[in-house]
């Protein structure tokens, strides 16, 4: 007699367990649909900017510091070096 009552209070709990998984299948079914479309960037190209067809690529043009800034970097690592050493 225990043992049936054992029995089907376990076949209930796997039966409510059955139930919530049902409740969230949409709600996982959109979560996992939203995460495969983002995930899908399509072609990402980590090089610089072509200029033409060749091979030649766009770089930027450097800058070259004026002297206040390079007078302010020579502070600036003097600073830093007098307080590390």
């Not at 043992?3 to 409740?23: G, Q």
Request: a negative charge; glycine letters at 2%; one cysteine or more.
């Amino acid at each position: 007699m225990w043992t049936l009552k054992i029995i089907l209070y376990r076949m209930k709990a796997m039966l409510n367990i059955c139930k919530k998984a049902a409740e969230l299948l949409p709600v996982l079914l959109l979560a996992s649909a939203c995460l495969l479309a983002g995930s899908c960037e399509g072609q990402y190209d980590e090089l610089p900017p072509k200029t033409d067809a060749t091979i030649r690529y766009a770089l930027p043009y450097p800058e070259t510091p004026t002297s206040e800034e390079i007078e302010e970097f020579r502070q600036i690592r003097a600073e830093y070096e007098e307080a590390t050493y």
